[in-house]
C-alpha cells in the first residue's frame, strides 16, 4: 500500500492562494469521493481541513476548498495568512483500508 | 465535546508488543462511528494503522496487518491497539481517533511518543 503523493513543499505570500496536490490510483484517490485534507502544526494533532473531496467541517474559513480530477485531489488555500503555514496531509479511503500522502510543508513568505 | 486521550508506556523492548488505550470522553463508543490509530515517525508523516467499528469489526493497514490488534471495550469507553514483534521503526508518535467513516477522521488524542529501545 504506497503512501499517496504529495509535493514536500509549497510556498505563497499572504493574500495569495496556493494549490497542493495529492495523487494516487485508481484504487483510492480516483476510486472514491472520500479525501480529506489535515492540517498540522508543529507539536499539535493533525485538525480536519476538507472532507469528501470538498465539504468543510464547520469552523473551517472558507479560504480553504478541495477538488478531484481522476486520480488528483488539491487542496487551495486562499487569502493566505500566517497561521495557515503547516504540514499539510491529504487521505483516501482505498477500499477497507485508508493511506495518507507524504505531506506538504506550506510556508508564508 | 469528544476528547480522546492516549495511555501507555512511552518505552517498549525490540520484539516485545507495544499496547495503548484510548479513553474517549463526551462520546459514547457503542452509538456508533469508527475508532482508529494513526502514528507518525519522528520527523515523518502519518500512517494509518487501523479502525474498529463500535460492533467489534476490524480494518488493518495490510503492511502491518499480521502484528497488529485492534479492541474495543464499550463498557469502559474505551478501545486498545497492541501491536507485536516491535523494531526501531515502530518508534512514533501514536494517535487514537474518531472516525466518521471512510477515513474521515474529525477527532484525534493528543498524541503519545512510544520509543522502541532496549
Known amino acids: 500500500q504506497s503512501a499517496l503523493t504529495q509535493p514536500p513543499s509549497a510556498s505563497g505570500s499572504p493574500g495569495q492562494s496556493v494549490t497542493i496536490s495529492c495523487t494516487g490510483t485508481?484504487?483510492?484517490?480516483?476510486?472514491?469521493?472520500?479525501v480529506s485534507w489535515y492540517q498540522q502544526h508543529p507539536g499539535k494533532a493533525p485538525k480536519l481541513m476538507i472532507y469528501?473531496?470538498?465539504k468543510r467541517p464547520s469552523g473551517v474559513p472558507d479560504r480553504f476548498s478541495g477538488s478531484k480530477s481522476g486520480n488528483t485531489a488539491s487542496l487551495t488555500v486562499s487569502g493566505l495568512q500566517a497561521e495557515d503555514e503547516a504540514d499539510y496531509y491529504c487521505?483516501?479511503?482505498?477500499?477497507?483500508?485508508?493511506?495518507f500522502g507524504g505531506g506538504t510543508k506550506l510556508t508564508v513568505l | 465535546q469528544v476528547q480522546l486521550e492516549e495511555s501507555g508506556p512511552g518505552l517498549v523492548k525490540p520484539s516485545e508488543t507495544l499496547s495503548l488505550t484510548c479513553i474517549v470522553s463526551?462520546?459514547?463508543?457503542?452509538?456508533?462511528?469508527?475508532w482508529g490509530w494513526i502514528r507518525q515517525p519522528p520527523g515523518k508523516g502519518l500512517e494509518w494503522i487501523g479502525t474498529?467499528?463500535?460492533?467489534?469489526?476490524?480494518y488493518y493497514n495490510p503492511s502491518l496487518k499480521s502484528r497488529v490488534t485492534i479492541s474495543v471495550d464499550t463498557s469502559k469507553n474505551q478501545f486498545s491497539l497492541k501491536l507485536s514483534s516491535v523494531t526501531a521503526a515502530d518508534t512514533a508518535v501514536y494517535y487514537c481517533?474518531?472516525?466518521?467513516?471512510?477515513?474521515?477522521?474529525?477527532?484525534w488524542g493528543q498524541g503519545t511518543l512510544v520509543t522502541v529501545s532496549s
Open positions: 469528501e473531496v470538498s
Open positions: 474498529i467499528y463500535h460492533s467489534g469489526t476490524t
Open positions: 485508481s484504487s483510492d484517490v480516483g476510486g472514491y469521493n472520500y
Open positions: 487521505s483516501s479511503y482505498a477500499g477497507s483500508k485508508g493511506v
Open positions: 481517533a474518531r472516525d466518521r467513516a471512510y477515513i474521515t477522521i474529525d477527532y
Open positions: 463526551g462520546y459514547s463508543i457503542s452509538s456508533g462511528y469508527y
